[in-house]
């Protein structure tokens, strides 16, 4: 997660952006039947061919028009921006594989971008070749009709306060009078309040439903990560009959997420800052756990942590070029805590984290510039302030609360907000008041979707959904995935003793094996119901070990332990 995405963004960031204009609500010219949206197909064209020379794959762009508004099929309509890489044996195609990596906000376009190249290595090349990999932009996201409440993506950043959470009164003021601006410049935009009220994630999944009879599917595959698996429990309750295979990873707990008492701000009810704090003493573990010298904090991690977190909750570090006496860095309390959050999200990020608090205790016992010293610092607990991509605008600031503040109910007065933030620092640890202040935009959001849905979310799906989760995620608690498991009934749950935020992210060969194994046959959901994939390896020691061997063996496992196992019961049940 970064300033702007809630529920879990990718390391790496996309260079290449698709060149396509964002669509604009306009008036249908449709005088056909109200499933006049759902008969028309997708024409999609080459494109991204500077990455298809690079990579091999093929991808290929499309745009395709909806509904705003579902109860008024006939009305206006909005523009969806898709990308997909087609299946390498169309002849054998079974159907496409939707994805969605997050956010809320996220874009599926990007992911697509990113991780499409690697769907063969990563998920097996039988899955490449039998599957299409696509990715939309979810309404009012990115390049999808957007919710827009800036001129450029500077000033939206600018809008926000210059702290990733507060601890003082003043600086909770900051927070108050950023979402009161953001509401209004949201309010007062020509045409937000027409996607601005639409943009529920129950719109999205009927925007799914659409994709997917337009692309000739019968029933939708579906990846989604983080937020996106809310995103496919949404879709499944809304159309059980037409999942085939729902991969969900990262798991939000449904009920907790639309938070329908309001009274509580949603990621409290989540419990998101204990499940920060569970990853936080995992990184303590395997730290101390690590081969001599992998880890800079090592040993007594936690102690050295907990050192620099009291010296700076006292006072800022400022670092002071010794020739100029210009400070060239100021580090705070609220950067060693975001910095943390962000780091702990990846695990191949975690050597990098600890080296940053190690450079800090050096520096804070002698505050002077010391070059490189300064630039690891700013590496580790700078991750808070990190620029993003100024050009094009996409978004990223209103995107976000354009799905959460509808979805979902939220207080709205700020002296309940500045509480509960507190009450949740006193009770779980670091994370209390970041994850509280994450949502604080929506006490003033302009905007409400009555289409939203709420639950239940306990229907019987046409196939087993596959619900994968990491033992310590610092964004969605495990505890969420099993709750989901609970009530979602046709479902597995597929546990990785693992940290990080989704195993998809955290680099969980097993279960990203299984996950391709399930798109080729849903029936291995229940045979991975109660498995647990075992630690790879440890973060701090992963660079120094052989990993292609040790993922080879990990498949072969699985193979042996799950996967046959699943198929001759299958064979069993066919005959």
């Known amino acids: 997660m970064s300033t ?10 996309v260079a290449v952006v698709l060149a396509l204009l964002a669509g604009v609500v306009t008036p249908s010219s449709s005088t056909v039947g109200a499933d006049t949206h759902r008969r028309a197909g997708i024409r999609w064209q080459a494109c991204n061919q500077d990455l298809t020379a690079e990579t091999g794959v093929i991808f290929e762009c499309a745009r395709t028009r909806v509904p705003l508004d579902y109860d008024h099929p006939r009305g206006r309509t909005i523009s969806l921006n898709l990308i997909r890489i087609p299946a390498t044996d169309p002849e054998n195609r079974v159907g496409a594989i939707l994805a969605n990596p997050g956010g809320p906000g996220g874009s599926g376009v990007d992911f697509v971008l990113t991780f499409g190249p690697f769907v063969g290595p990563a998920l097996g ?13 979810p309404r009012g996201v990115a390049d999808s009709t957007p919710i827009r409440c800036f001129r450029t993506i500077d000033e939206a950043v600018a809008s926000r306060p210059p702290i990733a959470f507060p601890l003082t009164g003043d600086e909770e003021a900051l927070f108050e009078q950023a979402d009161a601006l953001l509401a209004r410049n949201c309010a007062s935009r020509f045409r937000n309040e027409l996607i601005g009220s639409h943009m529920s994630t129950a719109n999205v999944a009927r925007d799914m439903d659409v994709i997917r009879e337009r692309m000739g599917d019968e029933q939708l595959n579906f990846f989604g990560l983080s937020y996106g698996s809310f995103l496919g429990t949404t879709y499944a309750n809304l159309f059980p009959d037409q999942v085939r295979s729902f991969v969900l990873d990262g798991i939000v707990d449904p009920d907790a997420y639309v938070n329908v008492e309001g009274a509580v701000p949603t990621f409290n009810r989540l419990r998101s800052d204990e499940g920060a704090q569970e990853t ?6 395997l730290c101390d756990a690590a081969a001599p010298g992998n880890c800079a904090l090592a040993p007594n991690s936690r102690a050295r942590y907990v050192a620099a977190a009291d010296a700076l909750l006292q006072s800022p570090l400022e670092i002071v070029d010794p020739d100029t006496g210009e400070v060239v860095l100021v580090v705070t309390y609220q950067d060693l805590i975001a910095g943390t959050w962000a780091s702990l999200y990846f695990p191949d990020m975690y050597a990098a984290l600890a080296a940053s608090i190690a450079e800090f205790e ?4 002698n505050p002077i510039s010391v070059g490189a010293a300064v630039d690891r610092l700013k590496a580790g607990f700078g991750a808070a302030k990190t620029s993003v991509a100024r050009e094009p605008y996409d978004n990223i600031v209103e995107g976000q609360p354009g799905v959460l503040c509808v979805d979902s109910n939220h207080p709205t007065d700020y002296s309940a907000i500045s509480e509960a933030g507190a009450a949740a620092d006193e009770t779980y640890g670091y994370f209390g008041r970041l994850w509280t202040w994450v949502s604080s935009e929506c006490a003033r959001w302009p905007f409400a979707d009555r289409d939203r849905y ?7 799906t046409a196939n087993p959904v596959l619900i ?3 033992l310590y995620d610092p964004a969605t608690r495990y505890e969420g995935a099993q709750t989901l498991r609970s009530i979602l009934p046709n479902s597995g749950l597929l546990s990785v003793d693992a940290p990080g935020h989704t195993a998809f992210l955290a680099g969980s060969a097993c279960s990203i094996f299984i ?3 399930y798109f080729l046959d849903p029936e291995v959901a229940n045979l991975a119901d109660g498995e647990l994939c075992p630690a790879e390896f440890n ?5 120094a070990v052989p990993r292609d061997e040790a993922l080879s063996d990990m498949r072969q496992a699985v193979m042996a332990e799950i996967v046959n196992p699943a198929a001759t019961m299958i064979m069993a049940d066919d005959g």
């Open 454 to 460: 709420v639950g239940p979310f306990d229907a019987n």
């Open 4 to 13: 702007t995405k809630l529920f879990g963004r990718l390391a790496f960031v």
């Open 362 to 365: 050096a520096l804070a016992a």
């Open 539 to 543: 973060p701090f020691d992963a660079f």
């Open 468 to 470: 994968v989760a990491t």
């Open 515 to 517: 996950v391709g194994q």
């Open 125 to 137: 090349q039988e899955v490449a070749e039998r599957f299409d990999f696509v990715g939309f932009d």
């Open 280 to 285: 936080l003493e995992k990184f303590f573990e």
